[in-house]
């Protein structure tokens, strides 16, 4: 293919990274209140590859929760398209969409959401039991998350039990639950000090380096953009630049 006549999705796509998984078009949206309008997002296009950690830096109302929430399925955009290998994800029935969500995509969110009157472990197995029909292979499954997080000894905690720190890793855990090829986390550390934000963002390195998922992680704090192997700005629902990293920042490095 000549340099010409490809996209610009496909010429800024890296050799180093995996397989292309999910490619955005002129995403956008926009969100209609009464008689406002808010242009969330404003022609997106942004082309997601196997094992690429993309942090998505940008300051509050920037769009990033929109963007994540449309990669996610979890709502629709108002133009543009959406690709997942040969499916537009934007123009699927509401029951597809939700099973495109079930099967594909993990949500870690900044305020963990676990369920309360669950212990750790029951958090996890209450994700795999939706999509695991096998209930030995599942708490199999269950265990190998757990250990992967490094909370095997705290798995009949309950959340109140644990620090944030620790009920982020819970999320986390319960998020590859389904073994999705995409995890989506909306400020993960948002609300953690830097020690703790530290080793869920290692877990995220590992999960992408190592086992070559997929993760978009947004943030408005410019200190984590460095261990990300590609970092998008965003500004005002647009894309302002798309820069891969040659060597990421440990998670170890970093402060704020
Ligand atoms: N459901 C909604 N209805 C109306 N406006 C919304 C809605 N969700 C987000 N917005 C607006 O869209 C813009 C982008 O929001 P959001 O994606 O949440 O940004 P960020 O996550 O970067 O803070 C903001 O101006 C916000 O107020
Ligand atoms: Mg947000």
Request: proline share 4%; net charge negative.
């Amino acid at each position: 293919m000549s340099d010409e006549t490809r996209t610009a999705g496909e010429k800024g796509r890296s050799e180093a990274a995996g397989p292309l998984l999910l490619e955005m078009r002129g995403v956008s949206k926009i969100y209609e209140t009464g008689q406002v309008q808010v242009r969330a997002l404003d022609g997106v296009s942004l082309a997601l590859q196997g094992g690429e950690l993309v942090v998505a830096l940008g300051p509050s109302g920037s769009g990033k929760t929109t963007l994540l929430n449309l990669v996610g399925g979890l709502d629709r955009p108002t133009a543009g398209t959406i690709r997942y290998g040969d499916t537009d994800i934007a123009s699927l029935s509401d029951g597809d969409l939700g099973r495109f969500r079930r099967d594909h995509i993990g949500f870690v969110f900044q305020f963990f959401n676990l369920i309360p009157t669950l212990t750790a472990r029951e958090n996890v197995e209450f994700a795999a039991e939706l999509v695991s029909h096998d209930s030995r292979q599942m708490e199999e499954r269950v265990e190998e998350l757990l250990r992967l997080v490094g909370l095997e000894e705290r798995a009949d905690h309950f959340p109140s039990q644990l620090s944030g720190g620790e009920q982020q890793r819970v999320a986390i855990a319960r998020a590859m639950a389904k073994d999705p090829n995409i995890l989506l986390c909306d400020e993960p550390t948002g609300n953690l000090d830097f020690r703790t934000g530290q080793q869920i963002l290692g877990l995220l390195q590992k999960l992408t380096g190592e086992q070559g998922k997929t993760c978009v992680l947004v943030t408005h704090n410019t200190a984590i953009a460095g261990v990300g192997t590609r970092i998008v700005r965003l500004r005002d629902g647009r894309v302002q630049s798309d820069e891969r990293s040659a060597n990421p920042l440990p998670a170890s490095e970093v402060e704020w």
